[in-house]
């Protein structure tokens, strides 16, 4: 049973900085692929970041670049959101997602991805 879990979420002002983990366990093969989602109140689940686990290929929605940093350690099998700079806006439960095989059609769709893990709560006050 794969499992993805968060941490590093929290309560921080505007301009501040955090660093998302999610760990992945239970698998015994090595992801096609890992992204980071996040949904704010009210609103569908977002794409912000993707990184092809053995290429290293990575992907942002506009709205981050040059603010989020998304990263893995393969022998941790680990990936990792760096976010600096944050805005208001930011506010959103931010969930990590994993996907398993090639065969991509839409990186930003949460449809791509086989394996969530239960969110954690950034929050950023003005």
């Known amino acids: 049973q794969v499992q993805l879990v968060e941490s590093g979420g929290g309560l921080v002002q505007a301009g501040d900085s955090l660093r998302l983990s999610c760990a992945v366990s239970?698998?015994?093969?090595?992801?096609?692929?890992m992204a980071w989602f996040r949904q704010a109140p009210g609103k569908g689940r977002e794409f912000v970041a993707r990184i092809n686990w053995n290429r290293g290929s990575i992907y942002y929605t506009d709205s981050v670049k040059g603010r989020f940093t998304i990263s893995r350690d393969t022998a941790k099998n680990t990936v990792y959101l760096q976010m600096n700079t944050l805005k208001p806006e930011d506010t959103a439960v931010y969930y990590c997602a994993l996907q398993r095989d090639s065969g991509t059609f839409d990186i930003t769709s949460h449809f791509q991805y086989d394996y969530w893990g239960q969110g954690t709560q950034v929050t950023v006050s003005s």
């Open positions: 239970g698998s015994t093969l090595s992801p096609y692929a």
